[in-house]
C-alpha cells in the first residue's frame, strides 16, 4: 500500500478529501477548527514536497446547489491562515478542471461544499413524496450511475489521490470511495490522521494487547447492540456504564425508580449477559449509584445499590464501589476502548464516574497500556477533564469509529487498502 511519507509529491496535484465540516456561528465564524487543524500535517507534507492541493470536503447536509448556508466559501481565510498558503476557491466543484490545471507548485485550492452535488453521496434527491416504489428505484439506479461519473471527474483533476476524511470513511461516497477507483494503486494513500485512525482501530480490533477491556457507556443499549454483540467476540472485559446499566438492572430483577430504562430490551439485555458467559468475557455491571430527586444538577442526592433505587429517583451516575471496581479492572487491562460517559456527566454533581474512568485509563496508559477513546460523548469526557493528551488517542470520527468496532468494513478505508 502506498503511504504518504513514501511518495514524493513534487509537481504533483493532489486531490485531497478533508473532513473541513466545522462548526460556524450566525455569521459564519468557525467555533471549532479541530477538524481544519487535523488535516494540516497533511495538506504541509504535500506543499512541502512541492506538490499542490486540490482540497475537497462536505460541510453539513446542503440539499440544493449552491446553498450559501453550507458553503465553504465562509473559511477559505481561516484555511489560508493555517495552511500559510493563500487558498484559491472554486464556487463550483464540478467546474474546477481550468482552474485545477492552472494550480503551480505549493499552490492551494479549495472546492466549493461537495454535497452541493446529490452525485457525492449517490442519493436522490427531490423525489415526489408519493413516488412508487418502482419510481424510487429507478431514482436510485439513475444516481448511482452518474455518482461514478462525478467521481471520475473529481479525479480527473489530479495525478494522485490522499484522503484525510476518516469521519466520512464510513461512507460510500464519491470523493470518499468511488474516487479511489480511477487512481493506480501507488497514487493513492492515507492522508496522516487517516493513517493514524486506522492504526489505532487495528490495534483495538486485531492487533490487540490482552487483557482488553471495553467501557461502554451512554443512555440507550438500543444504540450500541451491534457493538456490544461484536465486542463479545473480541474483549476480556466488558463494562456497562450509563444510563444503559438501568436496562440490564431490571432485566436481573433489580429496582430502577424512574432511571432510564428501555423496557422492551430486558431480554436482549439478559442475551448480552448469557454471550458473554459463554464467550468468556467478565461483563462488569455497577453495584451502586449516585441518585437523584429530579433529572438536574440541583436535584437531592445520595447513594444507594444500583438494584434499590426508590420510586420517584433516578440513577445519574455511578457511585464510589462502582468506581473503584471499574478503575481496578481498567488499570489492570493492556488495552481499553472507551465510548460513552458512566453518567450525565454534562452536570457537575453527575461527573465522577466519568472523571474516574478517565483517571483509571490514564493511569493505565502510563503503565504502557494503549487506550483509544470515541464516539461523540466520550470525547467531550476527556476535553472536559483536560487528560486528552494523557490516553494513547483520541478517535476524531464518531460515526466511522463505532461502525469499525461493529466489525463493519469501512468504505473510505478498503477503497484505499483493497
Ligand atoms: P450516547 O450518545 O448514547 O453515548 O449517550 C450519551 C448521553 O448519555 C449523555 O448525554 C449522558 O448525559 C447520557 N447518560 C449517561 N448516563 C445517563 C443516565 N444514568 N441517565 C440518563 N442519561 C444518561
Same mark, same amino acid.
Given at each position: $500500500? ?37 488535516? &494540516?500535517?497533511? /495538506? ?69 461544499? /461537495?454535497?452541493?452535488?446529490? @452525485? ?13 416504489? @418502482? ?25 494522485? !489521490? ?19 477507483? !480511477? ?8 492522508? !496522516? ?11 483495538? $480490533? ?22 456490544? @454483540?461484536? &465486542? ?11 444510563? $444503559? ?20 430490551? /430486558?431480554?436482549?439485555? /439478559?442475551? &448480552? ?129 463505532? @461502525? ?15
Amino acid at each position: $500500500m502506498q503511504t504518504i511519507d513514501n511518495f514524493n509529491f513534487a509537481g504533483k496535484k493532489a486531490f485531497v478529501r478533508v473532513d473541513f465540516n466545522v462548526p460556524v456561528d450566525e455569521n459564519f465564524n468557525i467555533t471549532d477548527d479541530t477538524r481544519i487543524r487535523g488535516a &494540516l500535517p497533511t /495538506l504541509k507534507k504535500i506543499l512541502a514536497d512541492g506538490g499542490s492541493v486540490i482540497i475537497a470536503s462536505h460541510m453539513g447536509r446542503p440539499k440544493k446547489n449552491p446553498d450559501a448556508k453550507y458553503s465553504l466559501k465562509h473559511i477559505v481565510a481561516h484555511v489560508s491562515a493555517k495552511l500559510g498558503v493563500d487558498v484559491k476557491f472554486v464556487d463550483d466543484c464540478a467546474k474546477a478542471a481550468e482552474a485545477c490545471a492552472a494550480l503551480k507548485p505549493g499552490e492551494a485550492l479549495l472546492l466549493e461544499n /461537495l454535497r452541493f452535488y446529490a @452525485e457525492e453521496e449517490g442519493k436522490p434527491r427531490g423525489l415526489a413524496e408519493d413516488a412508487t416504489d @418502482e419510481e424510487k428505484a429507478a431514482a436510485k439506479k439513475a444516481i448511482k450511475a452518474s455518482q461514478k461519473e462525478f467521481a471520475k471527474l473529481l479525479a480527473s483533476y489530479a495525478d494522485c !489521490y490522499v484522503n484525510d476524511a476518516f469521519g466520512t470513511a464510513h461512507r460510500a461516497h464519491a470523493s470518499t470511495a468511488l474516487i479511489a477507483d !480511477y487512481f493506480d494503486a501507488d497514487h493513492k494513500m492515507f492522508g !496522516y490522521l487517516m493513517n493514524q485512525e486506522v492504526l489505532a482501530i487495528e490495534k483495538i $480490533m486485531t492487533d490487540t494487547a490482552r487483557p482488553f477491556t471495553a467501557i461502554m457507556g451512554g443512555s440507550k443499549v438500543s444504540s450500541k447492540i451491534e457493538i456490544i @454483540e461484536n &465486542l463479545l467476540t473480541k474483549v476480556d472485559n466488558l463494562i456497562i456504564a450509563g444510563g $444503559m446499566t438501568y436496562t440490564f438492572t431490571k432485566a436481573l430483577g433489580g429496582k430502577i425508580g424512574n432511571s432510564i430504562c428501555e423496557d422492551d430490551k /430486558l431480554d436482549l439485555a /439478559l442475551g &448480552l449477559l448469557e454471550k458473554a458467559k459463554a464467550n468468556n468475557v467478565k461483563m462488569v455491571l455497577a453495584v451502586d449509584a449516585k441518585i437523584a430527586d429530579a433529572f438536574s444538577n440541583d436535584a437531592n442526592t445520595k447513594f444507594v445499590n444500583v438494584d434499590e433505587i426508590p420510586d420517584g429517583w433516578e440513577g445519574m451516575d455511578i457511585g464510589p464501589k462502582t468506581e473503584a471496581i471499574f478503575a481496578d479492572v481498567i488499570k489492570n487491562s493492556k488495552t481499553i476502548l472507551w465510548n460513552g460517559p458512566t453518567g450525565v456527566f454534562e452536570f457537575d454533581n453527575f461527573t465522577s464516574g466519568s472523571r474516574a474512568v478517565a483517571d483509571a485509563i490514564v493511569e493505565a496508559t502510563k503503565n504502557g497500556a494503549f487506550s483509544l477513546v470515541g464516539g461523540g460523548d466520550s470525547v467531550a469526557c476527556v476535553n472536559k477533564f483536560g487528560v486528552a493528551d494523557k490516553v494513547s488517542y483520541v478517535s476524531t470520527g464518531g460515526g466511522a469509529l463505532l @461502525e469499525a468496532i461493529e466489525g463493519l468494513v469501512l468504505p473510505g478505508i478498503a477503497a484505499i487498502k483493497g
